[in-house]
Protein backbone atom coordinates (compact mmCIF):
# COMPACT_ATOMS: atom_id res chain seq x y z
CA UNK A 1 0.00 0.00 0.00
CA UNK A 2 1.01 3.78 -1.29
CA UNK A 3 0.27 7.23 -0.46
CA UNK A 4 -1.80 9.76 -2.61
CA UNK A 5 0.01 13.02 -2.98
CA UNK A 6 -2.21 15.56 -5.02
CA UNK A 7 0.46 18.36 -6.38
CA UNK A 8 0.09 22.02 -4.70
CA UNK A 9 2.45 24.05 -6.74
CA UNK A 10 2.66 21.90 -10.43
CA UNK A 11 -0.05 21.73 -12.54
CA UNK A 12 0.84 18.67 -14.91
CA UNK A 13 2.20 15.22 -14.36
CA UNK A 14 4.66 15.76 -17.30
CA UNK A 15 5.91 19.13 -14.74
CA UNK A 16 5.84 17.22 -11.78
CA UNK A 17 7.71 14.33 -13.23
CA UNK A 18 10.51 16.59 -14.38
CA UNK A 19 10.90 17.96 -11.13
CA UNK A 20 11.63 14.59 -9.58
CA UNK A 21 14.29 13.44 -11.66
CA UNK A 22 15.69 16.54 -11.10
CA UNK A 23 15.57 15.95 -7.41
CA UNK A 24 15.70 12.51 -6.69
CA UNK A 25 19.47 11.65 -8.11
CA UNK A 26 22.54 9.21 -7.07
CA UNK A 27 23.78 11.94 -5.03
CA UNK A 28 20.47 12.41 -3.22
CA UNK A 29 20.12 8.96 -2.13
CA UNK A 30 24.14 8.71 -0.62
CA UNK A 31 22.32 11.61 2.00
CA UNK A 32 20.74 8.66 3.55
CA UNK A 33 24.00 6.22 3.75
CA UNK A 34 22.31 3.60 1.00
CA UNK A 35 22.97 2.44 -2.62
CA UNK A 36 20.17 2.38 -4.76
CA UNK A 37 20.02 2.15 -8.41
CA UNK A 38 17.59 4.77 -9.94
CA UNK A 39 15.36 4.25 -13.43
CA UNK A 40 13.17 6.60 -15.12
CA UNK A 41 10.81 5.90 -17.51
CA UNK A 42 9.87 8.56 -19.50
CA UNK A 43 7.09 7.14 -21.37
CA UNK A 44 4.90 6.11 -18.23
CA UNK A 45 6.39 9.57 -16.21
CA UNK A 46 7.64 6.85 -13.58
CA UNK A 47 10.83 6.71 -10.75
CA UNK A 48 11.85 3.78 -9.43
CA UNK A 49 15.05 3.04 -6.89
CA UNK A 50 15.36 -0.31 -6.06
CA UNK A 51 18.14 -0.80 -3.12
CA UNK A 52 19.50 -3.47 -0.37
CA UNK A 53 16.02 -4.58 1.25
CA UNK A 54 13.33 -1.64 -0.38
CA UNK A 55 12.21 -0.84 -3.42
CA UNK A 56 10.48 3.11 -4.08
CA UNK A 57 7.94 3.56 -6.88
CA UNK A 58 6.86 7.07 -8.25
CA UNK A 59 3.93 7.24 -10.56
CA UNK A 60 3.07 10.72 -11.85
CA UNK A 61 -0.57 11.08 -13.00
CA UNK A 62 -2.53 14.39 -14.07
CA UNK A 63 -3.34 15.69 -10.55
CA UNK A 64 -1.44 13.36 -7.80
CA UNK A 65 1.60 11.25 -7.25
CA UNK A 66 1.15 7.82 -6.14
CA UNK A 67 4.16 6.75 -3.70
CA UNK A 68 4.73 3.01 -3.02
CA UNK A 69 7.48 1.73 -1.03
CA UNK A 70 8.39 -1.97 -0.37
CA UNK A 71 10.68 -2.33 2.37
CA UNK A 72 12.09 -5.93 3.57
CA UNK A 73 10.90 -7.66 6.80
CA UNK A 74 13.42 -6.15 8.90
CA UNK A 75 13.16 -2.41 7.64
CA UNK A 76 8.96 -2.59 7.57
CA UNK A 77 8.78 -1.24 11.13
CA UNK A 78 10.42 2.35 9.43
CA UNK A 79 7.70 2.03 6.62
CA UNK A 80 5.38 4.91 8.10
CA UNK A 81 8.28 7.09 8.91
CA UNK A 82 10.20 6.73 5.78
CA UNK A 83 6.85 7.38 3.76
CA UNK A 84 6.50 10.66 5.81
CA UNK A 85 9.90 11.47 4.90
CA UNK A 86 8.98 10.70 1.17
CA UNK A 87 5.67 12.20 1.67
CA UNK A 88 7.07 15.55 2.77
CA UNK A 89 9.64 16.09 0.50
CA UNK A 90 7.62 15.70 -2.46
CA UNK A 91 4.59 17.88 -0.93
CA UNK A 92 7.27 20.36 -0.56
CA UNK A 93 8.66 20.57 -4.35
CA UNK A 94 5.37 19.61 -6.38
Do not use: W
Amino acid sequence: MGIKINYENISSSEEAYQKVKTLITPEYIEKFQVKAEINYDDAQKKVSAKGSGFTLILCFFDKHCDVDLDLSFLLKPLKSKILEKVERQIKKNL
